[in-house]
């Protein structure tokens, strides 16, 4: 069976976290893993330099309330850890945890600054040969995954799986995304990347999360929960189906349902009782809604391919700062006169420019691109 712990988290309030950190791994045994010289690693969701309040990175509260947990149970040598999105530098680092709000956690924890990476084989019948991994993720014993529950122009939902692409350094991220254009082969990368990395010990900040044009640029949505589990493959399947979205219309988890990583019958659930969300969260304007296009429901997966979402720059919210096209694997975005603009003839719709977007001025269209023949 695989035990999803599920509370009640109604505010970022140091008591309520701690209640629900103190249930979740008190159901899912985690002190019986700890003893003093352990080291353990953090991994939120650090998407980019942005305050807590935004809803897309893990609320410092969240792993403030872990880091509290672990000292009380002897475990001292706690390092956080992220790569975001953008240059992986020890400046940029610095600003990250300064706007996400974990600069106050430096006096009880490492907040890494090395930026260096090793490469990591993958056991052989894995597609994927290799993966470079930052290096605090690989000096680890154990490591916490905190992701923050968003919908995501590209995954539909972003979660505990999808957290664990922070561990490629920088802008190799945006490479991966060139070397896998398309979802299924970009979701069977993470899945890969998430059997490698190994996560312990998975906790999802769903306290206040986001729908719509989620990861960044999305509404806020609050769901008030905190929800746990060691297996990171089940508690994104039951995080998912809290949004009111099957999970398996989500790329990541189908592709893990293929490898026997979701067995719905083998869900127990722990705590405090939760229903899916009604109405459902909002999706990305990028997923092609239920009913939007009869073609798409007739011909399933061969007008999926035709009927593509490509990005598109508002000029009048656009600020000039380059974000998009650093992150573009493509490189088919270009910064002129303080606007950016691409042409969309080459791209892949992996949505890194609207992700990294910090003023919401990419927007989303749909078009008929016929195959090549
Ligand atoms: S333009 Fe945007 S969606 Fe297209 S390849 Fe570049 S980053 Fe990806
Ligand atoms: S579209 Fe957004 S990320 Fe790109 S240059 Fe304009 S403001 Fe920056």
């Known amino acids: 069976m ?8 109604e505010t970022y309030g140091a008591s309520a976290l701690r209640s629900a950190v103190d249930a979740h791994f008190e159901a899912l045994g985690i002190a019986g893993d700890m003893h003093p010289g ?25 792993v403030a309330a872990i880091v509290d947990w672990l000292r009380d149970h002897g475990v001292t040598n706690i390092t956080i850890a992220d790569s975001p999105g953008g240059i992986y530098k020890a400046g940029n680092l610095k600003a990250v945890y300064d706007s996400c709000g974990y600069a106050p956690l430096g006096d009880r924890v490492t907040l890494n600054l090395d930026t260096g990476y090793k490469t990591v084989s993958c056991p052989e019948d894995f597609k994927n040969g290799s993966f470079n991994i930052i290096n605090p993720i690989l000096e680890a014993d154990y490591i916490i995954n905190v992701a923050k529950l968003k919908t995501h122009g590209l995954a539909t939902v972003s979660a505990g799986v999808k957290n664990l692409f922070g561990a490629i350094p920088g802008l190799q991220k945006p490479e991966q995304h060139l070397k896998h254009p398309g979802i299924s082969d970009f979701s069977r990368m993470l899945v890969e990347l998430a059997l490698t990395v190994k996560p312990r010990l998975t906790v999802i900040d769903a306290v206040e999360t986001m729908e719509g044009n989620g990861p960044l640029n999305g509404r806020l949505r609050h769901m008030g929960l905190t929800l746990a589990s060691k297996d990171v493959f089940m508690l994104d399947y039951h995080a998912t189906a809290l949004m009111g979205i099957d999970p398996m219309s989500t790329p990541i988890l189908a592709e893990a349902a293929k490898r026997g990583l979701i067995v719905p019958e083998e869900l127990e659930l722990a705590g405090d009782p939760a229903e899916p969300a009604n109405p459902p969260y909002l999706l990305p ?9 009869f073609l798409l429901r007739a011909v399933g997966a061969v007008a999926r391919r035709v009927y593509v979402a490509v990005p598109r720059v508002d000029t009048a919210k656009c600020v000039g700062c380059g974000k998009c096209a650093e992150s573009c694997p493509m490189k088919i975005i270009e910064v002129k006169n303080k606007k950016a603009g691409m042409s969309t003839k080459h791209c892949i719709s992996c949505f890194c420019c609207q992700e990294m977007c910090p003023v919401d001025a990419v927007m989303i269209r749909h078009v008929i691109r016929l195959p090549k023949i």
């Open 285 to 293: 304007e990028s997923i092609p809604k239920r009913g939007h296009s």
């Open 38 to 62: 352990l080291k353990v690693l953090i991994k939120p969701n650090l998407l980019a330099a942005h305050k807590p309040e935004r809803g897309a990175t893990t609320h410092p509260s969240v």
């Open 2 to 9: 695989a035990l999803v712990s599920v509370r009640k988290t």
